[in-house]
């Protein structure tokens, strides 16, 4: 992990030489689920901000954008799958390169970040995942005016009448990346309606398939109960549904 002044990673890419821009942090260890504040403390870059006022002093923190940067290598017998990187919660916002490309752009803490890098990574070496995190945006604190709120990020470590401001940031939830197939089913959304007897009832069952090398493909549901198949239903989908 690196911390850089806001827009100064960016910077580097548009220069002939990065010699410039050193960052404001050398680079640490740092672990993911988890934030940039606990790596700092950990190393000794900032004192605990929980003691003393030593919070005011670690303010800074929340001011400056923040690289993380881990290898990683794909298995050989991924070959002819769909590569997918999964990102399941960036605070708050941030940009994802892999092996110094970029591939995407996030902003939301709640809301996960799918990316198909399949033609980005390399079989026969290391490849090399960049997520790019922003400083903090603008926000009412907690006991602020709720209807000027834009983002989808806690309020309440903006301040609140009983914690110090430390506006968290990092990448708070799980990384993964997957490998699949022709077709898959990226969202699946069910709901149930029972009549007012509650004798009888209704299941909907809504599919969002991904096709990302297939043209069509078919979606079988089935409903069980003690082993046995009560309901079932199938329709067929394409690209054009």
């Not at 606990?38 to 002093?57: F, K, M, Q, V």
């Not at 923190?61 to 298995?75: E, M, N």
């Not at 990187?85 to 110094?100: A, E, M």
């Not at 490849?127 to 709120?149: A, K, W």
């Amino acid at each position: 992990m690196k911390g850089w002044f806001p827009g100064e990673r960016q910077w580097q890419d548009t220069l002939d030489s990065d010699e410039f821009f050193l960052g404001e942090t050398d680079w640490i260890p740092a672990s993911v689920p988890g934030d940039v504040h606990t790596a700092l403390l950990e190393h000794g870059i900032i004192t605990n901000p929980y003691e003393s006022l030593n919070s005011r002093d670690c303010e800074w923190v929340s001011h400056r954008d923040w690289s993380y940067l881990t290898p990683f290598r794909v298995p050989q017998e991924w070959h002819g799958k769909t590569i997918l990187l999964t990102l399941g919660g960036i605070d708050y916002s941030g940009s994802v390169y892999v092996n110094g490309t970029f591939c995407g752009k996030h902003e939301s803490m709640f809301v996960p970040l799918e990316l198909d890098i399949t033609d980005l990574v390399r079989w026969d070496s290391d490849n090399e995942l960049e997520v790019v995190l922003d400083h903090i945006p603008f926000e009412q604190c907690q006991y602020g005016d709720s209807s000027l709120v834009r983002t989808q990020k806690s309020r309440f470590a903006y301040k609140w009448d009983f914690c110090a401001r430390l506006i968290p940031l990092g990448i708070w939830q799980d990384v993964e990346l997957r490998a699949v197939g022709n077709i898959r089913c990226s969202h699946v959304k069910v709901t149930t309606l029972l009549d007012e007897k509650n004798q009888s009832g209704e299941v909907s069952v809504h599919i969002t398939p991904s096709l990302p090398s297939a043209s069509q493909g078919k979606a079988e549901v089935r409903i069980w109960k003690d082993g046995k198949v009560i309901a079932w239903s199938s329709g067929d989908f394409s690209k054009d549904d």
